[in-house]
């Protein structure tokens, strides 16, 4: 799924081969194997958080039937093979509406797949602070009536404002969780945690949003 972006970017292809590309699904599949044996104090729940690119939908679903993930969650890192979270910089000279476009397009589609049980972080692309130069409430309630029809989550996170506070608001923009809870979608909160210590970062604050919209 990943050689055209490694292919556009040699940021991303050193990046996909340092760090996410050397990971294993086998190996993934035999620690939840071993967790599961095991007896915690906490209820654990084992998923995918998996970049959604529409020509590899049928590939992902294949990839992950009859695995028994408890939770899929699709989202969308890449429009047209940009890494648009990885560097500020990398978008020096891009057309910020075709990149808001196309993303919020895939994001609809995500919707539409039926491949997963939530979307991841809806509005990322905002982490930056770029902005386009025209309305996004129509992709809002389009996303969100495809989200509802497909029984879909979206999730509310502090990943970007915790990376970005001084670009990024903290979980998505107000109208969007405002569109979404309208059209019942439901919300989840998480910390978007790379590491043990972002677990938690700001949950409190996020549920207060949701309940505030």
């Given at each position: 799924m990943y050689d055209s972006v490694c292919a556009y970017s040699e940021y991303v292809d050193a990046w996909f081969h340092r760090n996410a590309g050397v990971h294993k699904l086998t190996d993934y599949l035999e620690l939840i194997e071993r967790v599961r044996n095991e007896q915690f104090p906490v209820k654990i729940k084992f998923g995918l958080e998996i970049c959604y690119f529409k020509e590899f939908e049928g590939f992902a679903f294949e990839l992950t039937e009859g695995k028994d993930f408890d939770f899929l969650l699709g989202s969308i890192h890449f429009v047209?093979?940009?890494?648009?979270?990885?560097?500020?910089?990398?978008?020096?000279?891009?057309?910020?509406?075709?990149?808001?476009?196309?993303?919020?397009?895939?994001?609809?589609?995500?919707?539409?797949?039926?491949?997963?049980?939530?979307?991841?972080?809806?509005?990322?692309?905002?982490?930056?602070?770029?902005?386009?130069?025209?309305?996004?409430?129509?992709?809002?309630?389009?996303?969100?009536?495809?989200?509802?029809?497909?029984?879909?989550?979206?999730?509310?996170?502090?990943?970007?404002?915790?990376?970005?506070?001084?670009?990024?608001?903290?979980?998505?923009?107000k109208e969007l969780l405002r569109i979404l809870k309208n059209n019942n979608v439901k919300i989840i909160t998480s910390s978007d945690a790379h590491c043990p210590e972002d677990v938690g970062y700001k949950i409190k604050e996020l549920n207060s949003l949701i309940a505030g919209s």
């Open positions: 047209d093979n940009f890494a648009f979270d990885h560097k500020a910089e990398h978008w020096a000279g891009l057309d910020i509406d075709k990149i808001y476009r196309r993303y919020f397009e895939d994001s609809i589609s995500l919707a539409k797949s039926r491949i997963f049980d939530g979307i991841g972080h809806p509005d990322a692309i905002k982490l930056f602070g770029h902005t386009p130069s025209y309305s996004l409430s129509d992709y809002y309630e389009r996303l969100a009536r495809e989200l509802s029809k497909s029984n879909m989550y979206a999730d509310q996170n502090s990943g970007a404002a915790r990376r970005c506070p001084e670009t990024a608001s903290l979980g998505m923009d």
